[in-house]
């Protein structure tokens, strides 16, 4: 049997797993922060459309993440210029 074969696969799952794994971290943070409970309320309170409540829901978590922190304050920024 050959176990070099298998370490691809292997790497995969790890990956998958790795994936999943901070995807529950990510989520148990919002809800130890309070964060979802404002982010439920903005969305029953507000007339704001489903689709740009979710985009700047998404902003804002990869704003508090440090995903892109600079490509999403360029962004958003440029966003903001159009109304202001």
Known sequence: ????????????I???????????????T???TGIGDTIGSLMSAGGVSPYVMAW?????IRLATGSNTLKTWGMLERLLSLFV
Request: net charge neutral.
């Open 56 to 60: 700047l829901i998404t902003v804002l």
């Open 14 to 28: 790890a990956m998958v797993i790795l994936i999943i794994g901070a995807g529950g971290a990510l989520k148990q």
């Open 1 to 12: 049997m050959n176990f070099l074969g298998l370490l691809p696969i292997a790497m995969f």
């Open 30 to 32: 919002i809800i130890d």
